[in-house]
């Protein structure tokens, strides 16, 4: 099952979103499919940005490679048709990707995202660190 978690740095005394990341088992994701659904639920698991696991491939994901369905908040699509093609361009396995990554300017999107009162609940469970 994938794991999420928002790894931040201290800017002056607040924590800052830095990536919000999407971990995966070896061969979790179906790469046949042209979308893949996760649930964007908490807990999410808070890092320090030193403690990204940088030796697990990575794939930077967009708002743009997103998927949202108004019927059901729970979940955030990911384009993998989109994705496959850029892995195909750069002539790597999709396989070998364990972790999807979004970037900061595009985590803090993905966080308006969430229904409100995930973001509430993200928010406060934050603070209360």
């Known amino acids: 099952m994938a794991k999420h978690q928002l790894f931040h740095e201290s800017v002056q005394g607040e924590l800052v979103p830095f990536w919000y ?7 979790e994701i179906d ?3 042209n979308i893949i ?7 999410v698991e808070y890092k320090n ?3 990204f696991e940088r030796y697990k491939l990575s794939l930077p994901i ?6 949202f369905n108004s ?8 384009n993998l048709r989109k994705l496959k093609k850029n892995i195909n361009n750069h002539g790597l396995s999709y396989n070998s990707f364990q972790q999807f990554v979004f970037l900061c300017s595009d985590t803090r999107e993905l966080i308006k ?3 409100n009162s995930e973001r509430r609940l993200l ?3 934050r603070k209360g660190r």
Do not use: A, C, H, N
Not at 21 to 27: G, R, S, T
Not at 37 to 43: A, D, G, H, M, R
Not at 62 to 67: E, G, Y
Not at 71 to 78: A, C, L, W
């Open 62 to 67: 967009k708002v743009s490679d997103l998927v």
């Open 71 to 78: 019927s059901d908040t729970t979940k955030i699509g990911i």
């Open 49 to 51: 940005r030193d403690e």
């Open 113 to 115: 995202f969430l229904p």
């Open 123 to 125: 928010y406060l469970e």
């Open 21 to 27: 990341v999407i971990q995966f088992d070896k061969d």
């Open 37 to 43: 659904y996760t649930p964007v639920k908490l807990p």
């Open 31 to 33: 790469w046949d499919k």
